[in-house]
């Protein structure tokens, strides 16, 4: 069913709508109550009434951040003492240590960081998490990472160009572990998906990852330990954008509303 123009303002400007807030079905366009979690005509589960944005994605990441701290700060824990490992290698004392570490972190460590990245966009939708979800890569390996190292080698390559070309692979690319872990794409599946997610939200990306810069240091300020928070925050800032142009996405097919 298509919604006309007046319900498909209202369903993804709620704020500047006429409309107090009202949850709109994306299946049949009635109005629903602020608080409903289904829709009273058609029994649809409702989605949130967020557009991808940096100010929407900061303010979902905070909400979570505390509903699922205790978990994420394990995972966080867990991440740390595996991918430090790697130093180990790094100043052992052996010849192939360089070698061992490069290794490690390929076949490791970078898989194990798109596991996490799964695990904080569960927290952004709100899922139920648990410590184990960090390592989902494993269920898709090796397109996790090929595609690591595909999307290092691309940024590096743009970075090499003037800086600025590497800024803009990074962004148009950030989407890439959470395609490959969440949706079990390809390597090149995986990297061209999230070229096109990201086609209007690149800029988003950017700002995201811009605004990281005030928040850890509003971090370290706060004894040092507040830097965890802000790492956390700002990554799931990354996974609720993600989430709402998934979302976004997947309703514009079939409610023939433009994506931008």
């Keep these: 069913m298509l919604l006309d123009k007046e319900h498909r ?17 994306r299946n049949c366009g009635h109005d629903n109550p602020e608080e409903a979690r289904f829709c009273a005509t058609c029994g649809v589960p409702l989605a949130a009434p967020w557009v991808p944005g940096v100010g929407s994605s900061y303010s979902n990441a905070w909400r979570q951040l505390w509903k699922h701290f205790l978990v994420l700060f394990l995972i966080g824990i867990v ?13 052992a004392a052996v010849g192939l240590s360089p070698v061992l570490s490069l290794a490690y972190s390929i076949l490791l460590t970078n898989p194990l960081g798109y596991g996490v990245a799964f695990a904080y966009l569960k927290a952004a939708r709100g899922d139920e998490l648990q410590v184990k979800d960090m390592f989902e890569a494993f269920r898709n390996y090796w397109n996790a990472v090929l ?8 940024t590096i390559v743009g970075f090499v160009l003037f800086i600025i070309p590497g800024i803009i692979f ?3 690319l950030a989407f890439t572990p959470y395609l490959v872990v969440d949706r079990k794409m390809g390597v090149i599946e995986a990297v061209k998906e999230s070229w096109r997610m990201t086609g209007g939200h690149a800029w988003k990306v950017f700002l995201i990852g811009l605004l990281a810069i005030p928040i850890g240091i509003a971090g370290l300020i706060c004894f040092g330990v507040g830097i965890i928070v ?9 996974a609720s ?9 997947e309703a514009s097919p079939q409610q023939g509303v433009p994506v931008t």
């Design 241 to 249: 954008l993600y989430h709402a142009v998934s979302k976004l996405s």
């Design 147 to 154: 595609a690591s190292l595909l999307v290092s080698v691309i």
């Design 230 to 238: 802000a790492i956390m925050w700002v990554t799931l800032a990354f």
């Design 9 to 25: 303002l209202r369903l993804y400007f709620p704020k500047t709508s006429g409309v107090k807030r009202a949850m709109i079905c």
């Design 170 to 172: 990074a962004c148009k």
């Design 79 to 91: 991440y740390g003492l595996i991918s430090s490992v790697s130093w180990v290698f790094r100043f």
